[in-house]
């Protein structure tokens, strides 16, 4: 074992260097500007009660993929992931790689929206935007990006209208919603959901984030505020670190009904492995799926374990199926400079490969 250097010179150089953090850090934190959601422009093509549909401005010079991209994100937090920061883009990075970016932004759900279900959701907030795209274009079919449980939402809408879809990309999305490294899955197992949607109605935002903090809850909700320290001198990482906080606290309330038979059949029921997940009077077969598949997963994810992942494979009758291994986590998949070398050129290319 190494002695522990507990120098007095060196301690009282370490205070100093803290205490200087500091001072800098309350006064960046007082001339921080307003924290922005989502860095690359953009404009709304089409809006249903709360949902609004996106899309992204190509940058100039830039040959576009002919089929455009649709990405549908989870329902428990906001898109802005995909366009955190200027570096940390995945929705800049797929422009800069020719690729036609629309987006799901779903709001806010409110008391008004308690009783919407799955099938309101996927064939019918998913399927107008898909169609407002296709009309927009010109196009019978178009590409879908599904990212967690928007990817899942994907899935069944691929399985459901796979005459609509020309190629189909899933990002960290759970099939197998009970393998034994799931921790999340673990606890909501025996969790009696009608009474918690009885009594509540909406499921507050703040209680599902919080209870994804509390999966790792000395790295989420302790470490991370002492780390703060070392780039509160910085204005740039500061904010950075802000953006980031921001988007963690800011998740939107689920409508009960989609909750209530989101949680049972996907999870206690584990009916999109199974093949007994309805949408309506439909049942979701994902063998329905025809289209080549991107499956990407993440090697360290917390909230989709890889094997939840992989269960794709072998799933669908597509007979062009690709899967692609990221060394991250949930988040760094997005964020991390790794993600943005390699995860968004190979998406890219990938579709483009496929016409």
């Given amino acids: 074992m190494f002695p522990i250097d507990i120098r007095p010179e060196k301690l009282a150089q370490e205070m100093a260097d803290f205490s200087r953090k500091l001072g800098q850090g309350v006064e960046n934190l007082l ?3 307003q924290i922005d959601t989502g860095v690359t422009p953009k404009e709304v093509v089409y809006t249903e009660d709360k949902l609004t549909l996106y899309r992204y401005k190509a940058p100039e010079g830039v040959k576009q993929n002919p089929v455009p ?12 992931m995909t366009d955190i920061q200027e570096d940390r883009s995945t929705i800049k990075n797929l422009l800069a790689a020719g690729q036609d970016v629309y987006l799901i932004d779903w709001g806010y759900p409110d008391a008004a929206d308690a009783s919407l279900a799955l099938e309101d ?3 019918g907030y998913i399927d107008s935007c898909v169609d407002e795209i296709r009309e927009a274009h010109g196009l019978d079919k178009i590409n879908i990006l599904g990212i967690c449980q928007g990817g899942a939402f994907s899935l069944c809408y691929t399985a459901l209208h796979q005459d609509k879809v020309q190629n189909m990309v899933t990002m960290v999305t759970p099939v197998d919603y009970q393998t034994p490294d799931n921790m999340l899955s673990a606890w909501v197992q025996h969790m009696d959901v009608d009474l918690l949607v009885d009594t509540l ?4 935002g703040e209680l599902l984030n919080w209870t994804f903090l509390s999966l790792k809850p000395f790295s989420l909700t302790g470490q991370k505020y002492v780390n703060m320290v070392d780039v509160l ?3 740039k990482k500061l904010k950075n ?4 906080e921001k988007w963690i606290f800011d998740s939107p309330d689920q409508a009960g009904e989609t909750f209530r038979q989101f949680i049972k ?6 009916g999109l492995l199974k093949g007994t997940v309805k949408i309506g009077k439909r049942t979701v077969d994902l063998k ?16 989709v374990p890889p094997d939840a992942s992989r269960a794709l494979k072998g799933r669908t009758s597509s007979k062009d199926y690709t899967e692609l291994s990221f060394p991250g986590g949930h988040i760094g998949i997005y964020v991390s400079g790794r993600a943005q070398k390699e995860v968004t050129p190979a998406i890219a290319k990938w579709l483009d490969d496929r016409g």
């Fill in 31 to 33: 001339n921080a500007d």
């Fill in 121 to 123: 959701y996927i064939n």
């Fill in 241 to 244: 670190f802000l953006r980031m």
């Fill in 69 to 80: 991209m649709l990405i549908v994100y989870a329902l428990v937090n906001r898109p802005y």
């Fill in 233 to 235: 001198d910085d204005e």
């Fill in 201 to 204: 109605g909406n499921v507050p």
């Fill in 288 to 303: 329905d799926i025809t289209c080549p598949v991107l499956n990407i997963f993440a090697e360290q994810d917390h909230l």
């Fill in 265 to 270: 059949e996907f999870y206690q029921q584990n």
